[in-house]
């Protein structure tokens, strides 16, 4: 039986590694970013291992761009759903523009709030959503305000959504990485050791893994914590 998973985000990063990882002869990846040069990339670096590769292009911090993404997905059912797209505005709380505060809801919660509304509704029994959180959904963090409220915030629906979807058997698995080395630091403000920051890779096995399992078995929650301790 062929298999549709969307990815949101998976021009680069943990994105790109869950889309090599699930890349499976009966697949077909559904693959979501901004960046065509990127996204074509993950695409090329798959398409020869899965059933199907559909590249999708959409800012997901208006309403437009992921009801643009939901009418591109069209409505056959998906079997997962990722939600993976973020962003991180770094600095002291004061200095967050209402901008930066829209933008980072729109991405981080808003977004996936309106993918899973759309797209539970036809997924079968044994389906799963996967938000791709981070420790930062657990705990504060100075000059992250703007990211953990984004955070916190999807984990409260997801938690919620988590507890409806039981009578359907639909699985939400949480992953709560701490910093992995991705192109996201770029822009962070600060000296942070990258070379210390666990990989892309095992964020996207423990993706992998918790999709792996018998559809009675929900890992909800996977973190995935520096064994240094969290930088
Ligand atoms: N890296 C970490 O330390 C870390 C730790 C814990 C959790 N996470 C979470 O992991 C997820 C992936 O992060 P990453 O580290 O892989 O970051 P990344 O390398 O910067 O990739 C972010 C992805 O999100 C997409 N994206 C950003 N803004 C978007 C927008 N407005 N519309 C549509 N897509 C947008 C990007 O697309 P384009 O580049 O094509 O625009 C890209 O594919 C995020 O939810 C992040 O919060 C990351």
Redesign the pocket.
């Known amino acids: 039986m062929n298999r549709r998973i969307l990815i949101?985000?998976?021009?680069?990063?943990?994105?790109r590694a869950i889309a090599e990882k699930l890349a499976d002869s009966d697949v077909t990846l559904l693959l979501?970013?901004?960046?065509t040069v990127?996204?074509a990339e993950t695409c090329k670096a798959v398409q020869s291992h899965c059933a199907g590769v559909v590249k999708l292009i959409?800012?997901?911090?208006t309403e437009k761009?992921v009801a643009n993404l939901i009418s591109e997905v069209g409505g056959d059912p998906l079997n997962v759903l990722i939600n993976?797209?973020?962003?991180?505005v770094v600095k002291p709380f004061r200095e967050v523009t209402l901008e930066e505060w829209k933008?980072t809801l729109?991405?981080?919660v808003t977004a996936p709030f309106l993918l899973m509304q759309r797209f539970v509704a036809q997924m079968p029994p044994g389906s799963s959503v996967v938000n791709?959180?981070?420790?930062?959904a657990q705990t504060g963090f100075a000059n992250w305000s703007t990211?953990c409220m984004s955070?916190f915030a999807l984990e409260g629906f997801s938690q919620s959504v988590r507890d409806e979807l039981r009578e359907r058997r639909i699985r939400v698995l949480n992953i709560y990485?701490?910093?992995?080395?991705?192109?996201?630091?770029d822009d962070v403000m600060g000296d942070w050791p990258r070379e210390k920051?666990i990989s892309?890779n095992e964020v996207a096995s423990a993706v992998a893994y918790a999709l792996s399992r018998p559809e009675n078995v929900a890992v909800e929650n996977i973190t995935l914590s520096n064994a240094a301790g969290n930088l």
């Open positions: 949101t985000g998976a021009s680069r990063g943990i994105g979501h970013g901004r960046d990127a996204l959409h800012d997901l911090a761009g993976n797209a973020g962003i991180a933008q729109g991405v981080n791709i959180l981070s420790i930062a990211y955070k990485p701490a910093a992995t080395n991705t192109e996201i630091w920051m892309a």
